[in-house]
């Protein structure tokens, strides 16, 4: 079985979004839209659920509502990025209040952008891959530099020293992983479900095989292998 998914737009799994709406109508455009835009999109209708959600889901980004029952898009925003593990993930909070000073309030809660509804669909989108340019820069289309190594995502091209690498597709989105965050250890279920998706079901074993074929093929100039095994916790790159 081939795990390769041909024809992405995207490097890597989509970047995922998650949108905590409690109005359906609106979770329904918005999600619509994200999926019209090659997102995978997960979605909670309270804050509640957000918070509870969040550490299963990983998403890339999140669109948080301001008015939500029970604990507000503003706690929930708050919470966040009081954790380390969901600190650095952008959070644009989305509100019909347009005063300044709520404005102000939820920046100083965190948030990392905010948007006024009713909004337009294509500020928005331009909005959540300005977050992403940050956070997960291969998702869309920068162009990466580790060492000797550089990663084109627009062109899929990646070089060594100048002379242009041989990779597999699946190898070049765990090369586009591991260079969005160079030195970070990451364990075989995370690159699943990053560079396979959550939908494809594949063994972790299939991690390894990969792993492999990468290391063989960012070597096949000569160079010492700059991807690190963590024993009992994964691999990072350098
Ligand atoms: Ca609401």
């Given at each position: 079985?081939?795990?390769?998914r041909?024809?992405?737009?995207?490097?890597?799994?989509?970047?995922?979004?998650m949108?905590?709406?409690?109005?359906?109508?609106?979770?329904?455009?918005?999600?619509y839209?994200?999926?019209?835009?090659?997102?995978?999109?997960?979605?909670?209708?309270?804050?509640d659920?957000?918070?509870?959600?969040?550490?299963?889901?990983?998403?890339?980004?999140?669109?948080?509502?301001?008015?939500?029952?029970?604990?507000?898009?503003?706690?929930?925003?708050?919470?966040?990025?009081?954790r380390?593990?969901?600190?650095?993930?952008?959070?644009?909070?989305?509100?019909?209040?347009?005063e300044?000073?709520?404005?102000?309030?939820?920046?100083?809660?965190?948030?990392?952008?905010?948007?006024?509804?009713?909004?337009?669909?294509?500020?928005?989108?331009?909005?959540?891959?300005?977050q992403l340019?940050?956070?997960?820069?291969?998702?869309?289309?920068?162009?990466?530099?580790?060492?000797?190594?550089v990663?084109?995502?627009?062109?899929h091209?990646?070089?060594?020293?100048?002379?242009?690498?041989?990779l597999?597709?699946?190898?070049?989105?765990?090369?586009?992983t591991?260079?969005?965050?160079?030195?970070?250890?990451?364990?075989?279920?995370?690159?699943?479900?990053?560079?396979?998706?959550?939908?494809?079901?594949?063994?972790?074993?299939?991690?390894?095989?990969h792993?492999?074929?990468?290391?063989?093929?960012?070597?096949?100039?000569?160079?010492?292998?700059?991807?690190r095994?963590?024993?009992?916790?994964?691999?990072?790159?350098?």
């Amino acid at each position: 079985m081939s795990a390769d998914r041909q024809g992405d737009s995207m490097t890597g799994a989509a970047p995922r979004v998650m949108v905590v709406e409690d109005e359906p109508s609106q979770r329904e455009v918005l999600t619509y839209n994200l999926e019209a835009e090659g997102f995978d999109v997960c979605s909670a209708e309270t804050g509640d659920e957000a918070l509870l959600r969040v550490d299963e889901e990983a998403p890339d980004i999140i669109l948080l509502d301001w008015m939500l029952p029970g604990v507000s898009g503003i706690e929930v925003c708050r919470r966040l990025k009081m954790r380390a593990e969901t600190r650095a993930t952008p959070i644009i909070m989305l509100s019909a209040r347009s005063e300044e000073v709520d404005k102000v309030r939820g920046l100083e809660t965190g948030a990392d952008d905010y948007i006024v509804k009713p909004y337009s669909v294509i500020e928005l989108m331009a909005r959540v891959r300005a977050q992403l340019r940050r956070s997960r820069p291969a998702s869309v289309g920068q162009r990466l530099e580790f060492a000797d190594f550089v990663l084109d995502s627009e062109t899929h091209r990646v070089t060594r020293g100048d002379k242009p690498l041989k990779l597999g597709p699946t190898e070049f989105r765990l090369l586009s992983t591991f260079m969005e965050k160079p030195g970070r250890v990451w364990s075989r279920e995370q690159l699943l479900d990053r560079v396979w998706g959550r939908d494809i079901y594949v063994d972790t074993r299939t991690v390894d095989v990969h792993i492999g074929r990468l290391r063989k093929a960012l070597c096949q100039h000569g160079g010492d292998d700059p991807l690190r095994t963590v024993r009992g916790a994964g691999y990072a790159l350098g």
